[in-house]
C-alpha cells in the first residue's frame, strides 16, 4: 500500500526513479531495517520495478522480510555490476529524474548517481518524505501512547529537583521512568540556568543551585515511534522568567491558532515569530518552529521561514518557539500535535505553566 | 597534530580539500560530536585554512571544544551562503581536487559537490581514513583494555549455556557481564544451529536443543573504542563441527603469518581463502576477510579480494574467515590485531579452541 502511495506520489510529481538507504526511509517504506554498515543497500522504486541492491552475505537474514526481488553483490565483486543490472531491470538504463534518500551515506548515493544519467535530483522530501508526513491511525496511537509517557517523565525530572542535584542525575530520574514504562531513551537535554541558552546544550554536572531556571526536552521511543516534548520552570525565582514565559506561550497558541490544513509551513513559524518580535525578542530566537516527527524524531514536515509546504490533515509536527538569554537562561515550550481538519490537536496532556520548585 | 599528519597526506596525495562530516572522522581530527541532525555540519581542510560549517543553534555548545573558526548559519537563511563564505576563506573557491567523508549524509555531501569546482573526487581512504588506521599507543591500551572485556564476555556467554536457553538471553548475559565491567554494548549475534548460516543473524528467540553449534560475535565499547571477537563451539555434539573448525582455524593461521608491514591487504585475504577453497569450502566463504577497527568497528583497512592497501605498523584489523553450511552451522573465527614490525600481535587472550558445553 505505501510501494502504491509511493508510485501514485512519483507520477504527480514527475519522478523516475525513488533511491531509499538502508535508513528510517526504508523501514517506513518495506519494513527492512539491513544491517548498517559499509557495504551499499539500497531500495530502487520505479512505475515497473522494485527491488533491492543487497549484500550476498544480508541477503538471507533479509529475505523474509519482502517479496520483492533482491540483486546481491559479493565483497569480492562490489556493488557496481549488480547496481547497473538492477538499474537495467527497472527500466532506468536511460536518462531519468531521481529522488535520493537525504539520510543515505555519501558513498551510497554517489554510487548510485555515478551509475544513472540523472536528469533532475532531488530528495526525498516531495515523494517519500511527503507520504510519511501523513500519519495513520496506527501511527497515532503510537505516538500518542509515547507523548502520554513522557507527560509522566517531564512530572518526574520536575518533582526531582533539589539543591545540588546535577543535571545528570535528572536524566537518570527520566531514563528510569521510561525503563519502568517499557519504552527506551530516545533524548534528553536537561538545562539549569544559563546552559538553557544554548538549544542543544549537553546535560551534563552542573549542580542545581536556588533560584535557577530549568529547561527540560525529553523524549522516549517505543514501538518504533518517539515522543519530544519541552517545558520550563523554576527552582526558587528567577527575574524575567514568567515575563519570558507568557511570551513564549503567547507564541505556541499563535502557531497553534494558525495551523490548518491548506496553511503553509512558513506561516506558522512568522505566527509563532511574530509573537516573539513584537515582544522584542527576535533575534534571541534562535532556530525554526519545528520538525515533523514519526519514525525519526525530525522528518518532514519543517515549519521554518521558508517553508513551502503546505500543511495537510494527518501531519504530525512540533511547535516549539523559544527565547535564549545568554547568561541567563534559555524558555522554550515544545508541544507536539496532530493536524486535523479543523486544527491541531496537542498530544501531550500536560499544561505548558512553570513548574515551580 | 592530526590536522598536521592530515595536511602533510594531501600533499602527499594531492589532495586539496578534505570534508569530514559529523561522523566518528571528526571525531577522530579534531573531538567534537555535532548534534547530528539534518543541519549540515562539516570540517573542511585545505593547506591555508581549516574550519567548519555550523549551525547557530549548535556553535556555542561546540566553541568549547576548538580553536578552528566557525562560519555560521541560521535556519531563516540555509547553509548554502555560510558554504561559499567558508570555500572562499578556505582559498578553495576555485577547482580543487576533494576527499569526502564517504559515511557523511547525501544531503550533506552534495550540498558541497554542488557548490566546489571539483576536479578530482575521491573518499577519505586514503587520507585521512590512512591516518586512522594507525592506531598509537593510547588508542592501543584502550583496544587492548576492550578486547580482555571481551574475553570475559565470550566466556560467560558459552558458560550460560543450558538446554531451552534462547539466543537473547544469552546476549543479556554478554550485556550484563559488559555493564559490570563499565562497558557498553557494541552489538551482539548469538547464532544457535542453522541460524549461524546467516553472517549477519539477527539475535533471536531461537532455543539451544542438544547437539547444536553455538557462534558467538559480540563486541563491547569503553573508552571511545570497541572490541569484535567470534568463537565457535558445540552443546553436544555435531557431525562436521571440528573437521571446519580446523579449516577456518588454518584459514585465520594464513593470514596471521602472512600480515607484515609491506605486504597488500589482499595478499593477507588470499591466504585465509586459499586455505578454505582446498579444503573444498571456497564457496561457502561468503565475505571478506576482515576489517579495520578504531573508533568505528568498521573502518580501514579493509582486508579484501581486491584491496591494494599497503598494510602498515600500528594498523589494527580483524581476521575472521568463515565457513557457511546452509541448514547445519556457521563457523567464524575473529581475532582483532595490532600490526608490529615482525608481524601481528592478537589482542585477545582466548585460545580459538572450540567451547564445549
Same mark, same amino acid.
Given at each position: 500500500m505505501r510501494l502504491q502511495n509511493l508510485r501514485k506520489r512519483m507520477a504527480e510529481t514527475g519522478t523516475d526513479l525513488v533511491a531509499v538507504g538502508p535508513t528510517s526511509n526504508m523501514a517506513w517504506l518495506s519494513g527492512l531495517h539491513p544491517h548498517g554498515d559499509e557495504r551499499p543497500v539500497m531500495q530502487i522504486v520505479t512505475q515497473s520495478w522494485a527491488?533491492?541492491?543487497?549484500?550476498?552475505?544480508? &541477503?538471507?537474514?533479509?529475505?523474509?522480510?519482502?517479496?520483492?526481488?533482491?540483486?546481491?553483490?559479493?565483497?569480492?565483486?562490489?556493488?557496481?555490476?549488480?547496481?547497473?543490472?538492477?538499474? &537495467?531491470?527497472?527500466?532506468?538504463?536511460?536518462?531519468?529524474?531521481?529522488?535520493?534518500?537525504?539520510?543515505?551515506?555519501?558513498?551510497?548515493?554517489?554510487?548510485?548517481?555515478?551509475?544513472?544519467?540523472?536528469?533532475?535530483?532531488?530528495?526525498?522530501s516531495n515523494t517519500l518524505g511527503h507520504l510519511r508526513g501523513r500519519k495513520d491511525a496506527d501511527e497515532y496511537r503510537i505516538l500518542k501512547e509515547n507523548a502520554v509517557i513522557n507527560d509522566g517523565a517531564m512530572r518526574a525530572a520536575f518533582a526531582c529537583l533539589r539543591e545540588g542535584i546535577t543535571e545528570a542525575e535528572v536524566a537518570e530520574v527520566v531514563q528510569q521512568y521510561y525503563r519502568d514504562q517499557g519504552a527506551g531513551t530516545e533524548f534528553f537535554s536537561i538545562c539549569f540556568g544559563g546552559n538553557g541558552a544554548?538549544?542543544?546544550?549537553?546535560?551534563?554536572?552542573?549542580?542545581?543551585?536556588?533560584?535557577?531556571?530549568?529547561?527540560?526536552?525529553?523524549?522516549?521511543?517505543?514501538?518504533?515511534?518517539?515522543?519530544?516534548?519541552?517545558?520550563?520552570?523554576?527552582?526558587?525565582?528567577?527575574?524575567?522568567?514568567?515575563?519570558?514565559?507568557?511570551?513564549?506561550? &503567547?507564541?505556541?497558541?499563535?502557531?497553534?491558532?494558525?495551523a490548518k490544513p491548506g496553511v503553509l509551513a512558513r506561516d506558522v513559524d512568522a505566527a509563532a515569530r511574530g509573537v516573539i518580535a513584537a515582544a522584542g525578542y527576535g533575534d534571541?530566537?534562535?532556530?525554526?518552529?519545528?520538525?515533523?516527527?514519526?519514525?525519526?524524531?525530525?522528518?518532514?514536515?519543517?515549519?521554518?521561514?521558508?517553508?513551502?509546504?503546505?500543511?495537510?490533515?494527518?501531519?504530525?509536527?512540533?511547535?516549539?518557539?523559544?527565547?535564549?538569554?545568554?547568561?541567563?537562561?534559555?524558555?522554550?515550550?515544545?508541544e507536539i500535535v496532530i493536524l486535523r481538519a479543523d486544527g491541531p490537536e496537542v498530544l501531550s496532556d500536560l499544561p505548558r505553566d512553570p513548574f515551580r520548585a
Amino acid at each position: 500500500m505505501r510501494l502504491q502511495n509511493l508510485r501514485k506520489r512519483m507520477a504527480e510529481t514527475g519522478t523516475d526513479l525513488v533511491a531509499v538507504g538502508p535508513t528510517s526511509n526504508m523501514a517506513w517504506l518495506s519494513g527492512l531495517h539491513p544491517h548498517g554498515d559499509e557495504r551499499p543497500v539500497m531500495q530502487i522504486v520505479t512505475q515497473s520495478w522494485a527491488g533491492f541492491l543487497m549484500p550476498a552475505l544480508n &541477503a538471507d537474514s533479509q529475505r523474509g522480510l519482502t517479496d520483492l526481488p533482491f540483486v546481491t553483490w559479493r565483497d569480492d565483486d562490489g556493488p557496481v555490476g549488480a547496481l547497473r543490472d538492477l538499474l &537495467a531491470l527497472a527500466g532506468a538504463a536511460g536518462p531519468v529524474t531521481v529522488a535520493l534518500d537525504e539520510t543515505m551515506r555519501a558513498d551510497f548515493a554517489l554510487l548510485l548517481l555515478d551509475n544513472v544519467q540523472v536528469t533532475r535530483r532531488s530528495f526525498l522530501s516531495n515523494t517519500l518524505g511527503h507520504l510519511r508526513g501523513r500519519k495513520d491511525a496506527d501511527e497515532y496511537r503510537i505516538l500518542k501512547e509515547n507523548a502520554v509517557i513522557n507527560d509522566g517523565a517531564m512530572r518526574a525530572a520536575f518533582a526531582c529537583l533539589r539543591e545540588g542535584i546535577t543535571e545528570a542525575e535528572v536524566a537518570e530520574v527520566v531514563q528510569q521512568y521510561y525503563r519502568d514504562q517499557g519504552a527506551g531513551t530516545e533524548f534528553f537535554s536537561i538545562c539549569f540556568g544559563g546552559n538553557g541558552a544554548f538549544p542543544h546544550h549537553h546535560t551534563g554536572q552542573t549542580k542545581l543551585a536556588p533560584n535557577t531556571a530549568v529547561l527540560v526536552d525529553i523524549g522516549s521511543r517505543k514501538d518504533g515511534y518517539p515522543s519530544d516534548m519541552t517545558r520550563a520552570g523554576t527552582f526558587g525565582t528567577v527575574d524575567g522568567f514568567d515575563e519570558i514565559h507568557a511570551v513564549v506561550d &503567547a507564541a505556541v497558541q499563535a502557531a497553534l491558532t494558525t495551523a490548518k490544513p491548506g496553511v503553509l509551513a512558513r506561516d506558522v513559524d512568522a505566527a509563532a515569530r511574530g509573537v516573539i518580535a513584537a515582544a522584542g525578542y527576535g533575534d534571541r530566537f534562535l532556530h525554526r518552529t519545528g520538525h515533523g516527527l514519526g519514525i525519526d524524531i525530525h522528518e518532514e514536515p519543517y515549519i521554518t521561514a521558508t517553508s513551502d509546504v503546505v500543511l495537510e490533515e494527518g501531519m504530525v509536527f512540533s511547535i516549539e518557539p523559544g527565547i535564549y538569554l545568554e547568561g541567563r537562561f534559555g524558555l522554550r515550550l515544545e508541544e507536539i500535535v496532530i493536524l486535523r481538519a479543523d486544527g491541531p490537536e496537542v498530544l501531550s496532556d500536560l499544561p505548558r505553566d512553570p513548574f515551580r520548585a
